[in-house]
């Protein structure tokens, strides 16, 4: 089956500080992959839509210039979370369509702690 | 935004013993699909069921789907200790273009 990674698993930054999140599709390309937010005990909350070779489409409330986005190629998306602070703290989970809309792989998710 | 709410948020069942949990959204839709969660782990897809059909099963899972209704539910049959787990439904849009919107989740507690 399609796997979808995502590097790191688990990182702890300071306050004032930039993350960056991969999230890579292994064994097929993806012009779209998505971005969700996780908070502990809460479902998944969509926040962009990355596609590649132009602009992400965030979600209404989502700050672009703090989570940016950059899907360089058809299988690499980064997520960016500029000066974070201890509310972006969360867990982090990417998936990855390859060829029909309907087949969406997940990637592992990043836990993201800011102290 | 959340699409919709599943109930119950939490279920505690014996092993053995059959799972339903319910979702319901507020948008049309393409398709609704099922996942699984472990804790702080990443999604299991587990069955996707289209706008067009009605009920689907896969295994031990049974999924059913009323438009009318704007609802699903899934049904776990002959639980087991292992399928302890978030559930989440989720809603792709009419438009199709991949994007779900998660419903809130329920929590299985299956115990052997």
């Known amino acids: 089956g399609a796997v979808v990674s995502q590097h790191p698993s688990r990182v702890i930054c300071k306050s004032g500080t930039s993350v960056k999140i991969e999230c890579r599709s292994l064994d097929f390309q993806a012009t779209t992959m998505f971005w969700y937010r996780q908070f502990p005990k809460q479902s998944l909350m969509l926040m962009a839509t990355s596609n590649e070779g132009s602009k992400a489409t965030y979600e209404q409330g989502v700050e672009k210039d703090k989570f940016l986005i950059n899907h360089a190629s058809l299988t690499l998306s980064t997520l960016t979370v500029t000066s974070a602070h201890p509310e972006d703290s969360s867990f982090y989970i990417c998936s990855a369509i390859p060829d029909s809309p309907y087949e969406q792989y997940f990637g592992p998710g990043t836990r993201l702690t800011v102290t | 935004s959340q699409q919709g709410e599943e109930d119950p948020q939490a279920l505690s069942i014996q092993e053995g013993e059959n799972a339903t949990m319910n979702c319901s959204y507020k948008t049309s839709i393409n398709n609704l699909q099922w996942y699984r969660q472990n804790s702080g782990r990443g999604l299991v897809h587990l069955i996707l069921?289209?706008?067009?059909?009605r009920e689907k099963h896969s295994g031990r899972l049974r999924v059913t789907l009323d438009t009318s209704k704007k609802s699903s539910s899934l049904l776990i049959t002959a639980s087991r200790a292992a399928d302890t787990a978030s559930y989440f439904c989720?809603?792709?849009?009419?438009?199709?273009?991949?994007?779900?919107?998660f419903g809130q989740g329920t929590t299985l507690q299956v115990k052997p």
């Open positions: 989720a809603t792709g849009g009419s438009s199709n273009t991949g994007k779900l919107i």
């Open positions: 069921i289209r706008s067009n059909e």
